[in-house]
C-alpha cells in the first residue's frame, strides 16, 4: 500500500487527514484464556472534505460487517493497515457521520521500527502499549495524535480479572459471559494513548493530595506488592501538587497507575493512567524518576499532544525535566546539577542527531529526551523562573486538550519573558536544531 502524501512522514501508513474523529464507541467482548475478541466500533466523526470512500486504520483483525449512517455499506476492503468503506452515499464536505464495524480475531502487537506496540498478551492478562502507531492493532480509528476524540469503552472478559481503561469507571457489572467494565473519557484523547490493562489485581487507594482541584489517585497491583505499591508510589500525591503548581492545573479527572504481575523493560503513559512493570516496584522508591516521568506526562503529551511526531521532545524533554525538577523540589541534585551532568555525559557520546528532526528510527533515541529537557534548562537560565514557569503555565492551559508545535512553546516563553520568538529561539536552537553540544547559560536564575 503507498503512503498517504499528506500523512506524517514518521508515520506514513497512519491516519486520513481528509475526516476527522469525533466519538469512539468501543464495545468489547475479550476472552483471556483463548485471546479471543470479539467486538464493535462505532466511530463518529466529521468530513473534513467529501469522501466517496472512509479509510479507517485496523490492523490484523477479521470485519464481518459495517454500516455507514445506519446503512449497511456498499463495499469493505482490508489491508493490512487500512479498512477501506464505501457508502451507499458520499459524505458531504463538512457533514458528520458514524461508522459501525462488527470485528473479530486474536488481537496481537503490531511489528514496528520501535519494536511490538499495541494489544499483547501477559502471563495472565493483557497490557495495550501503544505509542506511537499500535491503536489499530484492537479497534479501527484514525490513528493520528493530532485527532483527538471522547470515547466510551465497555469491556467483558473473565470474571477474576480487573479491567482497567482510560477515564472514569461508569460500572462494573457480573453476568453470564463474565463481568463488563465501563469507562467514559470525556476529554479529547489521542487514540495512541487510548488502553486497556486486563490482569489480577487489587486496588490501593492513595492518600489524596493536598490543594485545590487536584485528583484521586488509585492504584491496580497484584496483591503481593501491596506494601511495596504503598511506599514506591506514596510521593504521587506530592508530585501532582508540585507539578499542578508549576505546569497548571492537572489536566484529568484522576490518575492511575497499573503494576502489571509481569516485568516490563520500561514503563509507560497513557492518557491518566501510567504502566509499570513488578520490576518497576522494591519498596524502597527506587523508581522515583520514572514515577515523576510517566506523571509528567499527563500535562506534556497527553493533554497537550505534538501534532507531528517529529515534535516528540515536546513530550519527552518536558517530562524528562519534570524528573528534574522532582529532584530539586525534594532536596535531591538541582536542576543546575543535573543539566552539568547530562551535558557530560552528551559529550562523551555521538553528536549527529538533530532533535528538531530526529528520523523516524530515533524518536525515542535518550537524546531527544535530555537535549530537550537541557533545551529548557537553557531557556530558564536565560529567562529566569519567573518567566520559565509563565510560560510553561501558558502552554498548558492554551492548548489544553489539544495539539501543538514547537512554534507555540516558543511563542509562549516569549510572551511570558516579555521578548521575541527570535530571542527564544537563539536560546533553544543550538540544542534543538543542531547537533554539537553548546555549554549552558549562565545568565538569568535557575
Same mark, same amino acid.
Given at each position: 500500500?503507498?503512503?498517504?502524501?499528506?500523512?506524517?512522514?514518521?508515520?506514513?501508513?497512519?491516519?486520513?487527514?481528509?475526516?476527522?474523529?469525533?466519538h469512539y464507541e468501543l464495545r468489547l467482548g475479550y476472552r483471556v484464556a483463548t485471546n479471543r475478541l470479539d467486538a464493535t466500533a462505532t466511530v463518529h466523526g466529521r468530513a473534513v472534505e467529501q469522501l466517496d470512500r472512509i479509510?479507517?486504520?485496523?490492523?490484523?483483525?477479521?470485519?464481518?460487517?459495517?454500516d455507514v449512517d445506519g446503512t449497511r455499506a456498499t463495499k469493505v476492503s482490508t489491508s493490512t493497515h487500512k479498512l477501506t468503506v464505501t457508502p451507499a452515499e458520499p459524505v458531504a464536505a463538512g457533514a458528520d457521520f458514524s461508522?459501525?464495524?462488527?470485528?473479530?480475531?486474536?488481537?496481537?502487537?503490531?511489528?514496528?521500527?520501535?519494536?511490538?506496540?499495541?494489544?499483547?498478551?501477559?502471563?495472565?492478562?493483557?497490557?495495550?502499549?501503544?505509542?506511537?502507531?499500535?491503536?489499530?492493532?484492537?479497534?479501527?480509528?484514525?490513528?493520528?495524535?493530532?485527532?483527538?476524540?471522547?470515547?466510551?469503552?465497555?469491556?467483558?472478559?473473565?470474571?477474576?480479572?480487573?479491567?482497567?481503561?482510560?477515564?472514569?469507571?461508569?460500572?462494573?457489572?457480573?453476568?453470564?459471559?463474565?463481568?463488563?467494565?465501563?469507562?467514559?473519557?470525556?476529554?479529547?484523547? +489521542?487514540?495512541? $494513548? @487510548?488502553?486497556?490493562?486486563? %490482569?489480577?489485581?487489587? #486496588?490501593? &487507594?492513595?492518600? !489524596?493530595?493536598?490543594?485545590?482541584?487536584?485528583?484521586?489517585?488509585?492504584?491496580?497491583?497484584?496483591?503481593?506488592?501491596?506494601?511495596?505499591?504503598?511506599?514506591?508510589?506514596?510521593?504521587?500525591?506530592d508530585m501532582l501538587a508540585l507539578y499542578a503548581d508549576v505546569f497548571g492545573p492537572y489536566p484529568f479527572s484522576s490518575y492511575g497507575v497499573v503494576v502489571t504481575d509481569d516485568e516490563l523493560e520500561i514503563p509507560l503513559e497513557?492518557?491518566?493512567?501510567?504502566?509499570?512493570?513488578?520490576?518497576?516496584?522494591?519498596?524502597?522508591?527506587?523508581?522515583?524518576?520514572?514515577? +515523576?516521568?510517566? $506523571? @509528567?506526562?499527563?500535562?506534556? %503529551?497527553?493533554?497537550? #499532544?505534538? &501534532?507531528?511526531? !517529529?515534535?516528540?521532545?515536546?513530550?519527552?524533554?518536558?517530562?524528562?525535566?519534570?524528573?528534574?525538577?522532582?529532584?530539586?523540589?525534594?532536596?535531591?541534585?538541582?536542576?543546575?546539577?543535573?543539566?552539568?551532568?547530562?551535558?557530560?555525559?552528551?559529550?562523551?557520546?555521538?553528536?549527529?542527531?538533530?532533535?528538531?528532526?530526529?528520523?523516524?528510527?530515533?524518536?525515542?533515541?535518550?537524546?531527544?529526551?535530555?537535549?530537550?529537557?537541557?533545551?529548557?534548562?537553557?531557556?530558564?537560565?536565560?529567562?529566569?523562573?519567573?518567566?520559565?514557569?509563565?510560560?510553561?503555565? +501558558?502552554?498548558?492551559?492554551?492548548?489544553?486538550?489539544?495539539?501543538?508545535?514547537? #512554534?507555540?512553546?516558543?511563542?509562549?516563553?516569549?510572551?511570558?519573558?516579555?521578548?521575541?520568538?527570535?530571542?527564544?529561539?537563539?536560546?533553544?536552537?543550538?540544542?534543538?536544531?543542531?547537533?554539537?553540544?553548546?555549554?549552558?547559560?549562565?545568565?538569568?536564575?535557575?
Amino acid at each position: 500500500m503507498k503512503p498517504n502524501p499528506d500523512a506524517d512522514p514518521y508515520t506514513p501508513h497512519s491516519g486520513d487527514r481528509r475526516w476527522s474523529a469525533r466519538h469512539y464507541e468501543l464495545r468489547l467482548g475479550y476472552r483471556v484464556a483463548t485471546n479471543r475478541l470479539d467486538a464493535t466500533a462505532t466511530v463518529h466523526g466529521r468530513a473534513v472534505e467529501q469522501l466517496d470512500r472512509i479509510v479507517l486504520d485496523l490492523h490484523g483483525l477479521r470485519v464481518d460487517r459495517v454500516d455507514v449512517d445506519g446503512t449497511r455499506a456498499t463495499k469493505v476492503s482490508t489491508s493490512t493497515h487500512k479498512l477501506t468503506v464505501t457508502p451507499a452515499e458520499p459524505v458531504a464536505a463538512g457533514a458528520d457521520f458514524s461508522v459501525h464495524v462488527r470485528y473479530r480475531g486474536a488481537p496481537h502487537p503490531l511489528r514496528s521500527p520501535w519494536g511490538q506496540i499495541g494489544w499483547e498478551e501477559l502471563t495472565d492478562g493483557v497490557i495495550v502499549a501503544a505509542q506511537p502507531t499500535g491503536a489499530p492493532s484492537w479497534f479501527p480509528c484514525n490513528d493520528r495524535p493530532d485527532d483527538k476524540a471522547t470515547y466510551r469503552i465497555e469491556i467483558t472478559a473473565e470474571t477474576g480479572y480487573d479491567v482497567v481503561a482510560n477515564g472514569d469507571l461508569l460500572g462494573r457489572e457480573r453476568g453470564r459471559a463474565g463481568t463488563t467494565w465501563t469507562w467514559a473519557v470525556t476529554e479529547p484523547m +489521542a487514540t495512541y $494513548l @487510548a488502553t486497556v490493562q486486563i %490482569g489480577r489485581y487489587r #486496588t490501593t &487507594a492513595l492518600r !489524596r493530595a493536598s490543594g485545590d482541584a487536584l485528583p484521586d489517585v488509585t492504584v491496580h497491583h497484584p496483591a503481593d506488592l501491596a506494601a511495596a505499591v504503598r511506599t514506591d508510589f506514596g510521593r504521587v500525591p506530592d508530585m501532582l501538587a508540585l507539578y499542578a503548581d508549576v505546569f497548571g492545573p492537572y489536566p484529568f479527572s484522576s490518575y492511575g497507575v497499573v503494576v502489571t504481575d509481569d516485568e516490563l523493560e520500561i514503563p509507560l503513559e497513557a492518557h491518566g493512567l501510567a504502566v509499570f512493570g513488578r520490576n518497576h516496584v522494591d519498596g524502597e522508591h527506587g523508581t522515583d524518576r520514572l514515577i +515523576a516521568h510517566e $506523571l @509528567a506526562h499527563q500535562w506534556f %503529551g497527553n493533554s497537550v #499532544t505534538a &501534532a507531528r511526531w !517529529r515534535d516528540i521532545w515536546l513530550h519527552e524533554g518536558f517530562a524528562c525535566y519534570a524528573e528534574w525538577l522532582w529532584s530539586e523540589h525534594r532536596g535531591g541534585d538541582s536542576a543546575d546539577t543535573l543539566a552539568e551532568r547530562y551535558r557530560d555525559g552528551l559529550l562523551a557520546g555521538p553528536q549527529d542527531l538533530v532533535v528538531a528532526d530526529p528520523g523516524a528510527a530515533d524518536m525515542f533515541d535518550d537524546r531527544v529526551y535530555k537535549r530537550g529537557a537541557l533545551a529548557l534548562h537553557a531557556v530558564r537560565r536565560t529567562f529566569g523562573d519567573t518567566a520559565f514557569t509563565t510560560g510553561l503555565r +501558558a502552554i498548558t492551559a492554551e492548548h489544553r486538550h489539544g495539539a501543538v508545535a514547537p #512554534t507555540d512553546v516558543f511563542a509562549a516563553f516569549a510572551a511570558a519573558a516579555g521578548v521575541t520568538e527570535l530571542a527564544v529561539r537563539r536560546v533553544t536552537g543550538p540544542w534543538l536544531d543542531e547537533p554539537g553540544v553548546p555549554a549552558l547559560p549562565t545568565g538569568g536564575s535557575a
